[in-house]
C-alpha cells in the first residue's frame, strides 16, 4: 500500500483535470452526441477507475482513440444516439468479460508498427475532421468526406471562426513554457478565444447544451442487438488496448507495475456507468496521466481529485462553457492530433527494415479509407506472416550455443563476489515490447544492482519494436540509477545503434562485442 501523498496527487489531479476539459469539450462535439456528454465522460470514468482500478495515478476520460472509433460506431448506427448509448452499454460489459481473462497481456505482443500506423491514422483523422469546424463550417462524420469538401469548405469560410480558430492555434502553439507549466496553453487558448469572441460579438458557433444538472438515467434503444455487437466489441478492443499502453507509459514512469485485469475491470465499469448517464465512453489518457505523475501524483485518490474537480466546474462552469467557439475547440483538437501522431519514428524510418514500414503504411492507409478495426487486423495478420517467413528462413541455417560453461561460470561467480551489484542479462529469441517489460519487471525486483549488463546474443538487427524497447531499458534503468552495458555480436547491430543515436544514451564507452570485456569493465567502474 503506498503512503498518503495528498499535495502531489491534489496538484496532479487539478492539472490533470485542467488538461482534460478543453478536450472533453471536444471530443465531446466531434462525436455528435455534444459537449457535456465529453464532460461527463471525463468525471464518471475518471472517477470510477480512481476508485475500482489500481493504485496509481492513471486518468481517464474520452481520448483520440476512443472519440474515433465511438464517432464511426454512431455513423454505422445512421446517427441512432440511444443506439449509441447500447454499443457503448455493451462496451462496457466486453470489457469487464475481457478483464477476467489473459487477452488483457495481448498488447505486449502487438508489433510496435501496428501501433504506430494506428495512432497516426488516428491523429491525422483528428486533424482532418476538424478543419470544418476550424474555418467555421459544419463539420463532417468522416476524413474521405471533409477531404472532399475541402475546396468548398474553404470558399464558404467564416472569417470570424477563422480567426478565432487561428487566434487559438497561436496560443497553443507559441506560449513559453514558463507560462503554459502554470496554465495548459489549450486551457489559456479557450479563455482567450471566449473572451474575445464574447467581447466583440463576433459570428461564431458555439458550445451548447451544457448544464449544472446531474446527469439521469437514459434509455437506451437494443431493439436491433444484432448490429451493436461488433461496434460494441471495436470500442472495447480499442478503449481497452489504448489504456494498457496508457498503462506502460504510468508504470514507466512511477516504477510500478500494475494489475491490468483490475485496470481493463475498472475501465469496464466505468464506461458502463457512463453509458447508463449518457456520458461517452473512454479510456485511459496517456497525456493527463503523464502530466498528472510529474506534478507529484502517485496514487488512485489523484484521479478521484481530477474527476471531482470537473464536477465543480460542471455545475459552476455551464455559463462559460457554452460560449466557447467551436473553432477554438477544433485548435485543440489539432494540437490533441499532432500529439498522437508517432514524430519519434521518423528518427528510425530511415533505416527502418522495409517490412515494418509497409505494416505501418498499410495500417494507416487503411485506418483512415477504410475502418479502424480493419486495418489493425490487417497489420496484426500481415506481421504475424513476415514473422513466420522469418522464422522459416532461419531454419537450419546455422547452429550456436550462445552462452558456453565457461562464461555461465563466470556470471555467477561476478555477481556472488559482487554481492549482486553486478548483474548480467541475456536476451534470447525475438526481442520487442514484450522481453523489454518482462527484462525490466525482473530487474526492478531486486534491491542493490548498481550495473546491468545486457548481452543481445542475437545476430539479427534490431526492428522497430526492438529500437523502441532498448530505448525503454535504458530510460528505466538510468531512472533507477544503474548503469548499463550492452553487448553486441557484430559491427552491423554497432553501426546500427550509432545511426539511431542509442549510443549516445548508453555512453560509447559502455558498448562492447565480448561479454568479457563488459564485466571488466563494470568491477572498474564498481570499485570506483
Given amino acids: 500500500m503506498k503512503k498518503l501523498n495528498v499535495t502531489g496527487d491534489l496538484y496532479g489531479g487539478i492539472l490533470g483535470a485542467i488538461i482534460a476539459l478543453p478536450q472533453a469539450l471536444a471530443f465531446g462535439v466531434a462525436i455528435g452526441v455534444g459537449a457535456l456528454s465529453g464532460l461527463w465522460g471525463a468525471v464518471i470514468l475518471c472517477f470510477m477507475v480512481g476508485i475500482f482500478g489500481f493504485n496509481q495515478p492513471l486518468l481517464s476520460g474520452p481520448t483520440g482513440p476512443s472519440a474515433i472509433v465511438v464517432a464511426s460506431a454512431l455513423i454505422t448506427l445512421n446517427g441512432n444516439i440511444e443506439a449509441l448509448f447500447a454499443v457503448m452499454f455493451l462496451s462496457g460489459i466486453f470489457q469487464i468479460i475481457i478483464s477476467r481473462t489473459k487477452l488483457t497481456d495481448f498488447v505486449k505482443y502487438v508489433p510496435y508498427p ?32 471533409a477531404l472532399k469538401d475541402l475546396p468548398n469548405s474553404i470558399l464558404s469560410v467564416n472569417q470570424d471562426a477563422f480567426f478565432i480558430g487561428l487566434l487559438s492555434l497561436v496560443i497553443i502553439f507559441a506560449t513559453p513554457r514558463a507560462i503554459s507549466k502554470i496554465i495548459p496553453s489549450q486551457v489559456l487558448a479557450i479563455i482567450v ?69 483490475r485496470m481493463i475491470l475498472s475501465q469496464g465499469i466505468g464506461n458502463l456507468a457512463c ?203 538510468k531512472g533507477q540509477k544503474i548503469n548499463v552495458h550492452l553487448v553486441v555480436k557484430n559491427n552491423e547491430i554497432k553501426t546500427q545503434l550509432d545511426n539511431l543515436k542509442i549510443s549516445e544514451q548508453i555512453g560509447q564507452d559502455n558498448i562492447f562485442q565480448d561479454e568479457k570485456d563488459a564485466i571488466l569493465h563494470a568491477e572498474k567502474i564498481l570499485k570506483k
Wanted: charged share 15%; net charge neutral.
Fill in 114 to 145: 501496428v501501433i504506430s500506423g494506428f495512432m497516426n491514422a488516428v491523429g491525422i483523422i483528428l486533424i482532418i475532421l476538424q478543419i470544418n469546424p476550424f474555418l467555421g463550417n459544419k463539420s463532417l462524420a468522416k476524413p474521405i468526406l
Fill in 193 to 261: 478565444a471566449t473572451l474575445c469572441s464574447w467581447a466583440y460579438k463576433l459570428d461564431v458557433a458555439t458550445v451548447s447544451g451544457v448544464t449544472s444538472e446531474l446527469p439521469k438515467i437514459v434509455w437506451a434503444d437494443f431493439s436491433n442487438i444484432s448490429s451493436l455487437i461488433i461496434p460494441a466489441l471495436i470500442i472495447a478492443i480499442v478503449c481497452s488496448s489504448e489504456s494498457l499502453l496508457t498503462n506502460l507509459v504510468v508504470d514507466s514512469l512511477t516504477k510500478t507495475n500494475c494489475d491490468t485485469r
Fill in 275 to 477: 453509458s447508463l448517464f449518457g456520458a461517452t465512453v473512454g479510456s485511459g489518457a496517456t497525456m493527463r496521466s503523464a502530466a498528472a505523475i510529474k506534478a507529484g501524483g502517485r496514487t488512485r485518490f489523484c484521479a478521484i481529485i481530477c474527476s471531482l474537480i470537473l464536477l465543480v466546474i460542471i455545475l459552476f462552469g455551464s455559463d462559460f462553457a457554452n460560449k466557447i467557439p467551436l473553432s477554438a475547440l477544433a485548435a485543440v483538437l489539432f494540437k490533441v492530433g499532432a500529439d498522437i501522431v508517432d514524430t519519434k519514428l521518423l528518427k528510425v524510418i530511415k533505416f527502418a527494415p522495409r517490412e515494418d514500414l509497409f505494416v505501418m503504411f498499410l495500417v494507416f492507409f487503411l485506418t483512415i479509407t477504410t475502418d479502424i478495426i480493419v486495418g489493425v487486423v490487417a497489420g496484426i495478420t500481415l506481421s504475424a506472416v513476415i514473422f513466420a517467413k522469418q522464422l522459416a528462413d532461419k531454419v537450419n541455417v546455422k547452429t550456436k550455443f550462445v552462452v558456453d560453461s565457461e562464461t555461465i561460470t563466470l556470471e555467477k561467480n561476478l555477481e556472488r563476489e559482487m554481492n549482486y551489484k553486478i548483474r548480467v542479462v541475456h536476451i534470447l529469441g525475438e526481442f520487442f515490447f514484450g522481453s523489454a517489460t518482462h527484462i525490466i519487471s525482473h530487474f526492478e525486483e531486486i534491491l542493490g544492482t548498481k550495473c546491468i549488463i545486457i548481452c543481445y546474443d542475437s545476430e539479427k538487427l534490431l526492428d522497430i519494436s526492438a529500437i523502441f524497447a532498448l530505448e525503454d531499458i535504458i530510460t528505466r534503468l
